[in-house]
Structure formats: C-alpha cells, structure tokens
C-alpha cells in the first residue's frame, strides 16, 4: 500500500525557505517518478515539479528558479527546498506519486 508522509511546514515570512520532505513507503521508491503539488485556499491543485527516477526534473512556472526538488532513493524521501517564499505560495504542499497524495503539509507566507 502506498503511504505518503509531508512534513515540514509551516509559517515563515516573505524571502524565507523552507525545505519539505515526504517519506515514501510500501513501494519500491526508486522505480517511480515523484511529484509535488500544491492547492492554494479555494483553489484547484496546482502541480509544481516532479522527479524522475534517474534524478531528471521539471518544474512549472510558479517553482521555476525558487524551488528544487530532489530525491534520496535510499532513505525513500522525496524534498522540495522553497526559496524567497511569496504570499502566494501559501497552500497545502503534497507529494505525489501518479496522482496519490500524502495528508499534505500547510505553508503559510506571511509578514
């Protein structure tokens, strides 16, 4: 069974980062490609970039040069260090393998 887990969350300021985590289980965490995702208050998902199994990334415009997603195929986590943190970027933070999500872990930018 698939289990997701996000950690890392939580209330910084504008410009600040923080770096969220998702421990994988009950899969072979290196055979797959990963995703992080977001859903902002009243709105839809909204992917942010995913990993391929050999390292390979995209990012969508809103993570593009703020945000690096990684991977660690021995501990089975997958990361996202957010930089320079906007207003916007407050939501709900998810990991995703093939359209499976964790609980999420909430973000909130805000002076």
């Known amino acids: 069974q698939v289990h997701l887990v996000e950690s890392g969350g939580g209330l910084v300021q504008p410009g600040g980062s923080l770096r969220l985590s998702c421990v994988a289980s009950?899969?072979?965490?290196?055979?797959?490609?990963m995703s992080w995702v977001r859903q902002a208050p009243g709105k839809g998902l909204e992917w942010l970039a995913d990993i391929d199994r050999s390292g390979g990334v995209n990012y969508e415009e809103p993570a593009k040069d703020r945000f690096f997603i990684s991977r660690d195929n021995a501990k089975s986590i997958l990361y996202l260090q957010m930089t320079n943190l906007k207003e916007e970027d407050t939501a709900v933070y998810y990991c995703s393998r093939g359209g499976i999500r964790g609980q999420g872990t909430q973000v909130f930018v805000s002076s």
């Open positions: 009950g899969f072979r965490f290196s055979d797959y490609g």
